[in-house]
T-cell receptor, first 110, second 114 residues
Framework: KNEVEQSPQNLTAQEEEFITINCSYS?????LHWLQQHPGGGIVSLFM?????KKHGRLIATINIQEKHSSLHITASHPRDSAVYIC????????????WGAGTKLIIKP | EAQVTQNPRYLITVTGKKLTVTCSQN?????MSWYRQDPGLGLRQIYY???????DKGDVPEGYKVSRKEKRNFPLILESPSPNQTSLYFC?????????????FGDGTRLSIL
């Protein structure tokens, strides 16, 4: 069993739909990262969080430390949100390495 | 503009022919890292460097070498490439460790080893 699991693996939705991508982890963490990989391959860091909730534009990331679970939400989704969304965690005592999820491929249809 | 630059972006080569993928960052970051990405396996770390002259193995270091002689550069060397090193490679940098520092990624290098 992977230490970081994402669901769903693939998600197709219509424009304007509310999107939720989930990340569950089985290890203790210092922080959880959400990243976006564009269809062209480039990777961008979206959020880092260790508690609560963060918001940037239409993207919202939440984390529940007790349940070892994080969600990434996209409101009013748009075709340009189509990408692979990757969750990764940093463990206490491991400041230089992340444990990576396999990614969720999101397609937003117009 | 703050960026991580990888070269080449694409390379097709043959087994055994030494190659180097360069990585340079202009943000004065201490931390740099190399990843490979394969379908179904996600990102896997090859090597990382905490600062100049300080490097350490990641999860899949076999068949690769790195060096960090200057803060801005972190080349990845394949001394004798093999077909199982065909992959998409990313270089990344960060101001410090990875707990609360975002990584900045290069655009990727797609390597095909025949």
């Amino acid at each position: 069993k992977n230490e970081v699991e994402q669901s769903p693996q693939n998600l197709t939705a219509q424009e304007e739909e509310f999107i939720t991508i989930n990340c569950s982890y089985s290890v203790g963490i210092s922080a959880l990262h959400w990243l976006q990989q564009h269809p062209g391959g480039g990777i961008v860091s979206l959020f880092m969080l260790s508690s609560g909730k963060k918001k940037h534009g239409r993207l919202i990331a939440t984390i529940n430390i007790q349940e070892k679970h994080s969600s990434l939400h996209i409101t009013a989704s748009h075709p340009r949100d189509s990408a692979v969304y990757i969750c990764a965690v940093s463990s206490p005592g491991s400041n230089y390495q992340l444990i990576w999820g396999a990614g969720t491929k999101l397609i937003i249809k117009p | 503009e703050a960026q991580v630059t990888q070269n080449p972006r694409y390379l097709i080569t043959v087994t055994g022919k030494k190659l180097t993928v360069t990585c340079s960052q202009n943000m004065n970051h201490e931390y740099m890292s190399w990843y490979r990405q394969d379908p179904g396996l996600g990102l896997r770390q090859i090597y990382y460097s905490m600062n100049v002259e300080v490097t350490d193995k990641g999860d899949v270091p076999e068949g690769y070498k790195v060096s960090r002689k200057e803060k801005r550069n972190f080349p990845l060397i394949l001394e004798s490439p093999s077909p199982n090193q065909t992959s998409l490679y990313f270089c990344a940098s960060s101001q410090g460790g990875l707990i609360f520092q975002p990584q900045h990624f290069g655009d990727g290098t797609r390597l095909s080893i025949l």
